[in-house]
């Protein structure tokens, strides 16, 4: 490159006047200090890696609690079930108890 | 010891949701089954099983039937006596003793069906089928040992 260069020429007659910003160096010092922030998980991101949110123990305890909680009430169920119905054969099978409700009918399954 | 109190607490309140949620939605079982067809499931009962109970129930049905007969006119001929002002009389008495007879038989021949229908069972499942249902005879004293045999 020389002066003779036709694009030397224009580089060197190029001349840049920035404006004037008094507080430049406070602006870019500020944007520096700021912290980072990350961008809020959607609601299935934190779903999906919520035992991470979420301390080791907490997760066993509420997984424990779920399923003592739906074993006690299935098993509820099911006694209260089988009772009723054994009380309903026997009840069809006892002279004693059909006679003893009137509207009964005399069936045998 | 506060975390341990906090887990316990959430423990605690997830399990009665779950409890409560369960005894609420979940379907309760048996509930349109007939006795039959509750006793086939309840006690894992073999085509060869439920066919023999079935037989046991048709051969009882009868039995059954008479039983009602004898209790009903026990009962009706007691109310008629009653109703005579007849309570102080030898009649009354006898319909009354006769009364007791009837249902010591009818006990008797209910319990004697039970056994025979458990005996049909395996015989853990005739162990339970009896202490199920021998509680719920009219006149139980729930203090009897149980023999599925």
């Known amino acids: ?109 | 010891m506060k975390t341990f109190v906090r887990l316990s607490l959430l423990a605690l309140v997830v399990a009665a949701l779950a409890f409560g949620l369960t005894r609420w939605l979940a379907p309760h079982p048996h509930a349109d089954a007939d006795e039959m067809a509750w006793m086939k499931t309840e006690f894992h009962l073999t085509p060869a099983q439920t066919a023999a109970i079935e037989k046991l129930h048709e051969d009882y049905s009868p039995v059954c039937m008479e039983h009602c007969r004898l209790i009903r006119e026990a009962r009706a001929r007691l109310t008629a006596l009653d109703a005579a002002n007849q309570r102080a009389t030898p009649d009354y008495a006898a319909a009354q003793a006769e009364m007791t007879r009837l249902k010591a038989v009818c006990h008797d021949a209910t319990q004697k069906h039970l056994k025979a229908v458990a005996a049909q069972m395996s015989p853990d499942e005739g162990r339970r089928f009896l202490d199920l249902t021998i509680p719920k005879l009219a006149g139980q004293s729930h203090d009897a040992p149980l023999d599925p045999r």
Do not use: C
């Not at chain 1, 979420?54 to 509820?76: D, K």
């Open chain 1, 1 to 109: 490159m020389n002066d003779h260069d036709p694009l030397s020429r224009v580089l060197n007659s190029w001349k840049h006047n920035p404006s004037h910003t008094p507080d430049f160096a406070k602006t870019v010092w500020a944007r520096i200090d700021a912290p980072e922030e990350a961008p809020a998980p959607s609601f299935f991101a934190q779903f999906l890696h919520f035992p991470s949110h979420l301390p080791i123990a907490a997760s066993f305890a509420v997984i424990l609690a779920v399923l003592a909680g739906t074993g006690a009430g299935l098993a509820l169920n099911h006694g209260q079930s089988t009772d009723r119905m054994a009380a309903a054969y026997v009840r069809s099978i006892d002279p004693l108890q059909m006679t003893a409700d009137a509207t009964a009918s005399h069936s045998h399954s």
